[in-house]
């Protein structure tokens, strides 16, 4: 079984909206049905599970009744991190899967993300126990002076780096021996990024590459909302022609 948990935990406050960033109308569709419509629409996609703020636990199902997401089947209330959201879905998870499902943790609010990039993912990971959509980054990269935040420290060779983003993909049974193994050894809140992969990297666990692009972005800011409704109209177009 190959199962999307889908994160709407956050508040959006870097955007600044009077609502979470994840139920943020666009085109006539909050952006989390924009991007669970995507894993709807995937037959790798066995089931959903949203991991959700508790106060729009009803609203998700409602939405999700209203715009057709059959493929949910579980939703549970999410931490105030990132890990205590990925750990309470995977928890919940526990009854309903076995070590050798697939999970794949993706944002609410990457709705840029496509069929190949999920499906990529799925396959990297049924060969290697974990598939992380990586791109190679176009920008120069230079690290911060700690003492002087203004100005740079180091340059860094680009061709060396790999930008990270989602979905990230694991087997259940390894995703439920890696967070053990972090707290086992009392690195969870030592994460400079407190994220999956950087738990990964600090158990010296490989990240095994899958495809993504530079379009495959988490929308933080107003200027990723912008970028993605001139997306979605790009798209609108395209089919019209």
């Known amino acids: 079984m190959n199962i999307a948990m889908i994160l709407a935990g956050g508040v959006g406050s870097r955007l600044g909206a009077a609502i979470p960033k994840q139920f943020i109308p666009v085109r006539g569709k909050p952006i989390i049905i924009h991007t669970l419509e995507l894993f709807q629409n995937d037959p790798e996609i066995d089931a959903i599970e949203i991991v959700c703020i508790r106060s729009h636990m009803d609203t998700i199902r409602e939405m999700t009744a209203q715009y057709g997401i059959t493929k949910l089947r579980w939703v549970c209330e999410g931490g105030s991190s990132y890990q205590e959201s990925v750990i309470n879905g995977m928890n919940y998870l526990d009854p309903y899967c076995s070590d050798e499902d697939i999970v794949l943790i993706h944002f609410a609010v990457s709705p840029f993300v496509d069929e190949e990039i999920i499906n990529d993912s799925i396959a990297v990971c049924k060969a290697h126990g ?6 190679d980054s176009v920008l120069c990269l230079c690290t911060k002076d700690p003492q002087h935040p203004e100005r740079s420290a180091l340059g860094v060779d680009r061709s060396q780096v790999m ?9 259940y049974g390894y995703l439920k ?18 994220h999956t992969t950087t738990l990964m990297l600090e158990l010296g666990h490989p990240i095994y590459f899958s495809k ?12 990723d909302l ?12 395209r089919e019209t022609r």
Do not use: C, H
């Open 177 to 194: 021996a890696l967070y053990a193994e972090g707290m086992e050894k009392d690195v969870m809140d030592k994460l400079a990024d407190p």
């Open 212 to 223: 993504s692009n530079q379009t495959n972005i988490k929308i933080t800011t107003k200027e």
């Open 130 to 135: 974990n598939g992380i959509s990586t791109n």
């Open 163 to 171: 930008g990270v983003n989602a979905p990230q993909t694991f087997r």
């Open 226 to 237: 912008l970028l993605f409704e001139g997306y979605l109209l790009a798209k609108e177009l």
